[in-house]
């Protein structure tokens, strides 16, 4: 088993790609973040606890994003690998 742990382990690529949009709390405007909505929904402030509705994104704009960048693989670092 302490053989696992001796040797170097190979970095892992990312899988998949996922948005994540900042929203300011109305009631005490700290700063949340929230996974990418295509609908109206209601979230939880980290700081305050309370709840507000948040505006959803566009869809079609958070596809493009993931199409543009191959779902996480364009956006490795070139010089790492």
Do not use: W
Request: with cysteine; charged share 20%; aromatic share 8%.
């Amino acid at each position: 088993m302490s053989e696992n742990l001796d040797k170097p382990q190979a970095p892992v690529k990312p899988g998949s790609l996922e948005l994540v949009f900042i929203y300011a709390c109305p009631h005490c405007a700290n700063d949340n973040p929230v996974l990418a909505s295509y609908r109206r929904t209601v979230t939880r402030c980290q700081n305050c606890q309370k709840n507000f509705t948040i505006i959803p994104v566009e869809e079609k704009t958070v596809l493009f994003i993931k199409l543009i960048l191959g779902n996480g693989a364009a956006a490795i670092d070139p010089d790492f690998i």
